[in-house]
C-alpha cells in the first residue's frame, strides 16, 4: 500500500514539475471527451424533440388524409375557374367504421371555410369540423373553456374551440370566451381555447403539414350543414374550389402491438375507393417513431465516432510527450534502477502519470461538455440574433440538447483506457533502460 502511494505521489509530483506541458498534453483528452459529450446531447435532445412530436400524433393513432393531386383538377365552363374533387368520401368512413371495428375510435374531420375573421383581423381558414372525441384521439387539452360535446352535435352549435396561436392573434386584450367571430360569412361563438400544441415548427408540423395551434374546431354537423363540401377560393376576378368531404380520418388502435397491423387493414380498405392511394395519405407515427429512433441511433454512432477522433489525437499526444520525458528522465531511471527499484516499479510510475494525464483531462472534458451543452440553447439563439448574423441567416433555429449519463461514464472510462493504452509503450521503454548506461547519461 505504502508503495503504491508513494509511486502515486512521485508521478504527481513529476506532472506538477511541468504543469503547463501537462496540461496541454491532456487537452486532447480534454476537448475529445467534450466533443462526445456534445455531440450526444445535441443528437439526443434532437431525437427527443422530433419522437415528443411525432407521440403527440398519438403512438396508437392511423391518420389517413386526403391529399390534392396535381392532375385533380376539373376544369369549368369557364378557362380560368375550377372546381378539383378529390380525396376522402364519407363513404370510406362508413367503411373503415363498420370493418375495422376493434378501433378505440374512429374520428373525421372536415375542412370547412376559406377565411376566418375576427372584426378587422383576417386569417386563412384552419377550421374543422369534428366530432367530441378528437381531443382524446390528437392529445389536445383545454386551456379555457370546453371542447365540444354530443349535444353540440346533436342540435347543429354554432360553437368553435380555438387553437392557441387563433385566441393569441385576435384576442390580445379580451377574454376568447363568448367572443364571435366569422368562418367565412357563418357567425360563431367561442366555448374554448385549447392549450399549445408543440408541433408548430417541430417534425410534427411537417407530417401534418400545418401549425395546429391555428386550428379552429366546429360540430361535426354544423360543419355539413352550413358549409357542404365545397370549399372556394376567390382571387382576381376568378375563382378556385376543392371539394373534399372530409379532410382527415384518425383511426385509434387498441394497442401499440396492433397499430401496424391496424394500419395495413386501414390501407387495403381506403384503396377501394382510392386505386394506388393517389389522392390519399397515411401517416402512421409509430412507424415513424420506430423509424426516428433507429435514424437517430445511426447518427449518434457517427457523431460519437468523429469525436472519437479527437480521443485518439489526445492519446497520440500523451504518447509522444511521455516518450520525450522518457528521454528527459534517463539519469533519474537509472538512479532508481540503481538504488533497487525493478522494471514494474518504472512502469507503475509511467502508468501513474499518464493516467492521471487522461483522468485528470477526462474530468475537465466532463465539465466543458455539460457546460457547453447547456449552455449553447440560449447561445445559439442570441448568435442568431445579432445584427451582422440576420443578413445571412433568416431562418429561426431552436436547439435542444440533453445531456445522457451514458455518454459521461463512456467517454470518461474511454478518456482513461486511451491515456493508460498510449502510456504502455513508453513505460516499457522506460523500464527497458541499462541502469549503467541510464546513468551516465547527461
Known sequence: MNFLLETIRLGVGNLRLH???????????ILGVGAVIVMVAI????????????????????IVRSSRPPESSTMGSQERSFIAKFGL??????????????????????????????????MSSQSFGTTPNLIRVANLRMDRGRYLTEEDLERNAKIAVIGSEVARQFFKLRDPLGAEFRVDDRIFRVVGVLKPVGLAGGAGSALVGRDLNKDVHIPLTTAKLEFGDVIQRRESGSFSGEEVQLA???????????VINTAQRVEKLVEVGHPDLRDIEMIVPWELLENAKKTALVWNIVLISIAAISLLVGGIGIMNIMLASVTERTREIGIRRALGATRNHIIAQFLVETGTLSAVGGVLGIALGVGFSVAIES????????????EFVTASIN??????????????LVAAMVGLGFG?????VASRQDPIVALRHD
Open 248 to 258: 382527415e380520418i384518425y383511426i385509434t388502435a387498441e394497442s401499440t402491438e396492433t
Open 89 to 122: 368520401l364519407d363513404q370510406d368512413l362508413r367503411r373503415l367504421r363498420h370493418f375495422i371495428d376493434d378501433a378505440a375510435f374512429v374520428v373525421p374531420l372536415k375542412s370547412v371555410g376559406s377565411e376566418i375573421t375576427y372584426r378587422q383581423q383576417r
Open 379 to 390: 447561445f445559439l439563439p442570441w448568435l442568431l440574433n445579432l445584427p451582422f448574423m440576420r
Open 43 to 62: 443528437g439526443e435532445g434532437n431525437k427527443q424533440a422530433a419522437l415528443r412530436d411525432i407521440q403527440a400524433l398519438g403512438a396508437t393513432n392511423v
Open 399 to 412: 436547439l435542444e440538447t440533453q445531456v445522457t449519463g451514458w455518454s459521461i461514464i463512456a467517454s470518461f
Open 424 to 428: 504502455i509503450y513508453p513505460a516499457f
Open 19 to 29: 504543469l503547463l506541458r501537462s496540461v496541454l498534453t491532456s487537452l486532447g483528452i
